[in-house]
Structures are given as structure tokens and as C-alpha cells.
């Protein structure tokens, strides 16, 4: 297994980007694995404003240390296989090294996906080249889209459950009192970005729904706006103008919104406080949020149909039901899948949480105790260290 081989990482350290977080969970496995020398080169940021210090990745000082302990290539040293994680994607038509080209795509690809004078297909798969993606759904956006199905490799993400695991009743009962969230109300979550494709709309409307039935429910958001500059505040004044009579002054008073950047201790504290994370994603690549809300012992509500099918046995997530839709432009060369959930059925979904009729705790412990060993960084560290090979 790639044993004596150098493998030379091109990608992102230290930010909370999705493609960061998964490069810094299997830069840590990887280590731990051994068998092959680390490089690892950093790569320019997708936006200029990233940085480590505003945007950390929120590992402990030590997982820090050893993820930017890797070293950078020497000038004439000559890796074995190249791994590339970033975005937009790059190719190097010129290269002769065997190269591993993460890939992840919620809606589909387009030009605009790739790097200038990057966008030909045929050097992702060329030769011992592969494409690497974590769900079968982004997989078959990427066949949509002309890449070879044959070339294309499904390394699933995973969760610490060193890190990620549930609340003790005593912690969840301090977390959730200093959020002043009473034990009566059931807690929904969802840290999704304020985007189309996340749902988040459906989400509040949903929400605002339940407690005009007057149910006793509480909704957590996180605001992304410092990574991507997209503020949860519009989509609230968006819905409040569509929706006047829905979202009332106590509805919106029901709505927390976290604004600073957490760390993965916190992030665990915040799903342990919620009786469920709910997910009616449009497109989702994979939606990690999700398994660690599971990781943490809490349940989730997602769509059917999408990313979240790989690992979201019935026991462990209520599915919604959703329709096929797309947003092609042949013209432009975009290529754009997606599922739509039926509110309907999200509301019935969430009002069964929050009358205590969804799913029951031992058959959501078996499910997700069978869960977790099938989703774990090592594992795909393991399968990404294969494809080295």
C-alpha cells in the first residue's frame, strides 16, 4: 500500500472551507497510517480574504501542529502521486506524475468550475489519473457533466468520534440553559450556508409553520457570512416580506443565529443541544454536517433522493420526500441536478419531532452505534492511500 511512495498534497491547510476540513482530517489519518512520505504544498485560497486567524479550522493546537508540520516539496524532488484538493479545479496537461484530482459537486459542474486552461476532461482521467469524490450522488454529477464513470472513485468523509460524540445528560442540560433553551422545546439545527441549494429557506418556513400550529419549537442557524460573505439576515428579511403574516415577531424570537466562528469542541456542544438537524438540502456534494449532528446522538430530517442517501439509514434520519429538478444551460455548458423537498412532507417530518412521534431513541442508538465504524477519516485516508498505488 503505496509503501516507500511520496505523495504530494496540493491543497488547503488551516481555514473551514469543506475542502480544507476534509484535507486536514486525511492529512491526520494519512500521518497516522504512514507508509509513504508527506508533502504538502499550499495552494492559493479561493478568496482572498481567507486566513487561519479570522476562519480557523478549530482543531486542537496539537491536530494543528501536525497538519502544518508537513513539509513542502524540495525544488528537485519528484513525487510518486500527486493528490490535488482545491477549488476551482486545476490539471497540469504536462505532468507525467499519477494524479488524484478531488472532486465534489452539489448541483453539477460548469466551466467555471475549473481553473483557466484547466477545463480539459481528458487530463483528469488520463493515463493512472482518477477522480476522487466522496458520494454517489456527486459521482453521477460528474458522468453528467462527460467524466468517465470508470475513472471516477467514491471515497466517502467521515467523523472523529473522539471529538464528535454525544452530550452527557449534564453537559446537555448546562449548554442548552446558557442557550435558554427550556426543556420542553424541541431544538432544531441546521449550520448550512444561506444558499438555494442548502435549503435553509425551507427550513424557516417550515419552522415558522410549527409555531404558528403553537408548538413549542426553537430553531438554531449559523451565519457563514465571514467565509463567504452571505448573510442569514437576508434570507430572514426575504421570507418576512414574502411571508408577512408566517414569520411574526415571536417566530422570529425563536430564531437564534450564530455569528462567530466555532471551534469542533463547540460545533460538538452545538449539535448535542438539538433534538435534530434538519437538512432539506436542493443539492448537496455530502453534507457533513449531518453525520457529525448523528455522530453527536442527534437524529436528522433530510432530503430522499440525494448525497445524505449513502449514509442515512432510515433509524438515523427522517427522509424527506423531494422531486427531480434541473437547472441546465446547455449554452453555457452547465450541467445542474438537484432535488426539490416537499414542504409538506418536511413539516410532517419536523412536527413528528416535535410531538415525539419520529424515530425512537434505542433503534436510532443501534443504527447509529452500526454507523459510525463504516464512517470514519481512517477509512478513507485507507482508500485514498490505495488509489496511490
Same mark, same amino acid.
Given at each position: 500500500?503505496? =509503501? ?12 473551514? =472551507? ?9 492529512? *491526520?489519518?494519512?500521518?497516522? @497510517? ?69 472532486? &465534489? ?34 459521482? !453521477? ?12 472513485? &467514491? ?27 427550556? !426543556?420542553?422545546?424541541?431544538?432544531? @439545527? ?12 425551507? %427550513? *424557516? ?21 465571514? @467565509? ?40 460538538? /456542544? ?17 453534507? /457533513?454536517? %449531518? ?24 433509524? %438515523? ?33 419536523? =412536527? ?6 419520529? @424515530? ?30
Amino acid at each position: 500500500m503505496a =509503501h516507500g511512495k511520496t505523495l504530494l498534497i496540493e491543497g488547503w491547510r488551516g481555514v473551514n =472551507h469543506s475542502f480544507a476540513l476534509v484535507n486536514q482530517c486525511q492529512i *491526520l489519518e494519512l500521518q497516522k @497510517l504512514g507508509g509513504v512520505r508527506l508533502r504538502h504544498r499550499d495552494l492559493p485560497f479561493a478568496m482572498p480574504h481567507w486566513n487561519a486567524k479570522t476562519h480557523s479550522a478549530g482543531f486542537s493546537g496539537e491536530d494543528s501542529a501536525r497538519i502544518d508540520s508537513l513539509p513542502a516539496p524540495a525544488v528537485d524532488e519528484r513525487p510518486d502521486c500527486i493528490y490535488r484538493i482545491s477549488s476551482p479545479f486545476r490539471a497540469d496537461a504536462a505532468s507525467t506524475v499519477k494524479t488524484l484530482t478531488f472532486m &465534489v459537486t452539489e448541483l453539477g459542474l460548469s466551466p467555471k468550475s475549473f481553473e483557466d486552461g484547466s477545463a480539459d476532461r481528458g487530463t483528469y482521467t488520463r493515463d493512472a489519473n482518477l477522480i476522487v469524490t466522496p458520494t454517489n450522488w456527486s459521482r !453521477d454529477r460528474l458522468v453528467d457533466y462527460g467524466f468517465a464513470a470508470d475513472k471516477i472513485r &467514491v471515497v466517502t468523509h467521515g467523523v472523529y468520534a473522539e471529538t464528535f460524540h454525544p452530550l452527557t445528560p449534564a453537559e446537555r442540560a448546562v449548554n442548552r440553559a446558557n442557550l435558554g433553551l427550556a !426543556d420542553d422545546e424541541t431544538v432544531f @439545527l441546521n449550520l448550512g450556508v444561506a444558499t438555494w441549494n442548502k435549503g435553509v429557506d425551507l %427550513v *424557516l418556513i417550515a419552522f415558522a409553520t410549527l409555531r404558528r400550529q403553537g408548538r413549542r419549537v426553537r430553531l438554531i442557524l449559523k451565519d457563514q457570512r465571514g @467565509l463567504y460573505g452571505i448573510s442569514m439576515e437576508q434570507v430572514l428579511k426575504d421570507l418576512c416580506a414574502r411571508h408577512p403574516t408566517l414569520f411574526t415577531a415571536d417566530t422570529l424570537a425563536a430564531i437564534q443565529v450564530v455569528g462567530v466562528n466555532l471551534s469542533q469542541a463547540e460545533l460538538r /456542544l452545538l449539535y448535542g443541544v438539538a433534538d435534530c438537524y434538519v437538512s432539506p438540502y436542493r443539492a448537496e456534494g455530502f453534507n /457533513l454536517p %449531518v453525520l457529525e449532528a448523528i455522530a453527536c446522538g442527534t437524529p436528522a430530517v433530510v432530503t430522499d433522493g440525494g448525497a445524505t442517501d449513502d449514509f442515512c439509514a432510515p433509524d %438515523v434520519a427522517l427522509r424527506v420526500a423531494s422531486d427531480a429538478g434541473t437547472r441546465e444551460d446547455p449554452r453555457a455548458g452547465i450541467v445542474a441536478r438537484y432535488r426539490e423537498p416537499r414542504l409538506p412532507a418536511l413539516v410532517e417530518a419536523m =412536527h413528528a419531532f416535535a410531538t415525539g412521534q419520529a @424515530l425512537t431513541r434505542p433503534a436510532f442508538e443501534r443504527a447509529r452505534a452500526a454507523l459510525m465504524p463504516t464512517m470514519t477519516w481512517r477509512r478513507a485516508a485507507e482508500e485514498l492511500l490505495a488509489l496511490v498505488d
